[in-house]
């Protein structure tokens, strides 16, 4: 089993950008692929971003392609979403998601959520 913390979220203006902390305890960190997902108030959880457990390989989703990077530091059972050029769009409750078997792309793949921090991008 595995314990998620996020960090990091806060009040943005458009343009701005943000950089989230995940930190992982319990079971060793590199036996789970890592990924970021989001929700906005009335919406479904969405992909984000995702990274395999070496960190070689990464996914985004389309909305956050070129603006967003995923990253991991084994070593320290960290995990992190870098946010740049903000969009009021993205505005959402981010979530850090750990999954055992798949490098996850969707929330059915996920294995373990943290409890999420509030990121609100103001116009």
């Known amino acids: 089993q595995v314990t998620l913390v996020e960090s990091g979220g806060g009040l943005v203006q458009a343009g701005g950008s943000l950089r989230l902390s995940c930190a992982a305890s319990?079971?060793?960190?590199?036996?789970?692929?890592m990924g970021w997902f989001r929700q906005a108030p009335g919406k479904e959880r969405e992909f984000v971003a995702s990274?395999?457990?070496?960190?070689?390989?990464?996914y985004y989703a389309d909305s956050v392609k070129g603006r967003f990077t995923i990253s991991r530091d084994n070593a320290k059972n960290m995990v992190y979403l870098r946010m740049n050029n903000l969009k009021p769009e993205d505005t959402a409750d981010y979530y850090c998601?750990?999954?055992?078997?798949?490098?996850?792309?969707?929330?059915?793949?996920?294995?373990?959520w943290g409890q999420g921090t509030q990121v609100t991008v103001s116009s």
């Open positions: 998601a750990a999954a055992e078997w798949t490098v996850p792309k969707g929330s059915g793949s996920v294995d373990y």
């Open positions: 319990g079971r060793t960190f590199s036996s789970y692929a």
């Open positions: 990274i395999s457990w070496s960190g070689h390989d990464t």
